[in-house]
């Protein structure tokens, strides 16, 4: 195969033994979190370089090396890491550690979903914002009537919490100009953030008037001159019409589009796209799926300042915790590739959900970067894949957390509940033991390197049944561990119902360490199918 096609088709190639850790880290951003975290990362031994956009503007003095430019690819793993960056006179390539995706949020225009045209009476929450920060004002009109500004928050599409924190903070600036009054259409105010509620209730208190719909939106009409908003007031049920002179309307924040090079290079990633975080407990603070990337604000779905200035100070912690791990010499248990069967089909780079396996001439596994899930193992075509601890291998249809996957298929006549280790093993811990008398369990290190051949030897070698325990989707460790668990499961049901077994005997289940009664359950149904057949 052409080694030249192969890299220019998957950019997880390029495998290089890290000889070196570097201790650059590109942050990419362009806003003040961006220049906060390249400050606190210098003061803390790392060198940090930040990546801001085209569009942005390069400061006049900083401490750090800043770049104006793109990201055009990156391949390789945690502490070094190859990054091509585009800049308006060359192309770089770089190496670096460490990627922090700091960028600011898009801000995407609701206006359209309103009115078929935009007018000068029509501004969205961030064009308002800028309009008051450059020092605009609201006069009184001329007859010395008041001034009537009508924001709409959260009408079309749920809106971010920040974005109820940008407009509680207009409405705190609006009170200085005289004769004005603000009006907000809304389905729901957004306050379950750190001082939002009484900012709310303030406003209230000082002549805001709320209007929250459950039904039918506000509609605006517009003529040449005018802009009319027709409504049907939710507490009286009234229609009623507003003359307002400003309407403000908020906007849908979703992640940069600088982010995709990252997103590219790690298998997973459609199954949290467009953020570069996964939405699972399993996924802490600001770290990723692949090791050595972190996702700021916006880039992990979050989007007010108390979560992004947490988030600072969390690069710097994960940092610091991840060099430690760089500089230790006792590796974790990981994946292994044996070359003498692997045909360079490449079917685990492309499913790796942590990106953990590259390849030059051939495919390799990050030790630092596997999270030892067994996804790969089980997925190899040719079984050239095992999973090592310690300096021990384990042949391809073991893992050294699942016995159940050795030779041994257990005790016959007995239940065989498989686990994972992060969810299932803890919920079956809070079953008393004496229920659990008929049923022999199996800690996996994740749900998605069950075998199914393996689970069609235990049937052979006498189950009673078969229960396998999931994460709940969206919370699996492994990203979609638990979805190719389920999809194997099936697969060898139809298995069994075309060799006339009963199918009836093997279940999947999804399951988190505090819903224990979901395990209960499923064996007291296979008990029950088990005395029915008899």
């Known amino acids: 195969m052409n080694r030249r096609v192969i890299e220019s088709v998957f950019l997880t190639g390029n495998y290089r033994i890290r000889d070196q850790v570097s201790t650059r880290a590109l942050i990419l951003g362009g806003d003040k979190y961006g220049f906060r975290i390249a400050d606190l990362l210098m003061r803390n031994g790392f060198e940090p370089t930040l990546l801001i956009g085209p569009e942005d503007k390069l400061p006049a003095t900083s401490t750090f090396e800043t770049i104006q430019g793109a990201i055009r690819n990156i391949s390789g793993f945690i ?42 009476k029509i501004y969205s929450l961030s064009e308002f914002k800028q309009f008051l920060d450059s020092g605009g004002k609201l006069s009184p009109k001329e007859d010395g009537g008041w001034q009537h500004v009508a924001f709409f928050f959260d009408l079309k599409g749920s809106s971010e919490i920040s974005q109820f924190d940008t407009l509680l903070s207009i409405l705190d600036r609006l009170e200085m100009f005289d004769q004005l009054q603000s009006y907000v259409f809304t389905r729901n105010v957004k306050v379950a953030s750190a001082g939002l509620e009484p900012r709310f209730r303030y406003q209230r208190q000082h002549g805001v008037v709320f209007f929250k719909f459950d039904q039918a ?16 007031e939710p507490l009286l049920k009234e229609e009623m019409e ?42 802490c603070g600001v770290e990723t799926q692949k090791a050595g990337i972190y996702a700021v604000g916006p880039a992990r779905g979050v989007f007010d300042q108390e979560s992004l200035n947490a988030d600072v100070d969390a690069v710097r912690v994960s940092l610091l915790k991840a060099m430690r791990g760089l500089s230790s010499t006792l590796y974790k248990q990981t994946a292994f590739i044996d070359h003498s069967r692997c045909v360079f089909c ?93 049923v022999e369990i199996f800690e996996l290190s994740c749900a998605g390197s069950l075998d199914p051949d393996f689970l069609l030897r235990i049937f052979r070698a006498g189950a009673a049944g078969i229960i396998v325990a999931g994460c709940f989707k969206g919370n699996c460790g492994s990203v979609y561990g638990s979805t190719l668990a389920h999809e194997r499961v099936v697969k060898t049901t139809k298995i069994l119902e075309h060799a006339q077994i009963d199918a009836d005997k093997l279940e999947f289940i999804y399951v988190a360490g505090n819903t224990p009664d979901r395990i209960v359950d499923a064996i007291t149904r296979m008990r029950k199918r088990n005395t029915n057949g008899k």
């Open 79 to 120: 502490g070094n890491f190859q990054i091509q960056i585009q800049t308006s006179t060359d192309l770089r390539d770089t190496r670096f550690g460490f990627i922090v995706a700091a960028q600011p949020a898009n801000r995407l225009s609701k206006i359209d979903s309103f009115v078929s045209s935009k007018s000068d």
């Open 346 to 438: 490449l079917t685990c780079v492309r499913l790796c959900p942590h990106g953990a396996i590259g390849f030059d001439f051939r495919p390799e596994v990050d030790p630092l970067s596997c999270e030892a899930c067994g996804v790969c193992v089980t997925e190899c075509p040719m079984s050239a894949i095992q999973m090592c601890c310690d300096g021990n291998t384990v042949s391809s249809d073991q893992t050294e957390k699942a016995p159940s996957q050795d030779t041994n298929t257990g005790e016959a006549g007995k239940i065989k509940l498989f686990v994972c280790s992060r969810s299932g093993l803890q919920a079956t811990a809070k079953i008393g033991p004496n229920f659990l008398t008929d």
């Open 242 to 283: 507003l003359m307002p002179d400003i309407v403000v309307i908020d906007e849908i924040l979703t992640p940069a589009d600088s982010l995709e090079p990252i997103l590219k290079m790690i298998p997973s990633s459609p199954a949290c796209a467009p953020y570069l975080q996964p939405e699972s407990t399993r996924f």
């Open 217 to 232: 939106d506000p509609v605006i009409v517009q003529n040449e001159k005018d802009l009319k908003i027709e409504f049907v």
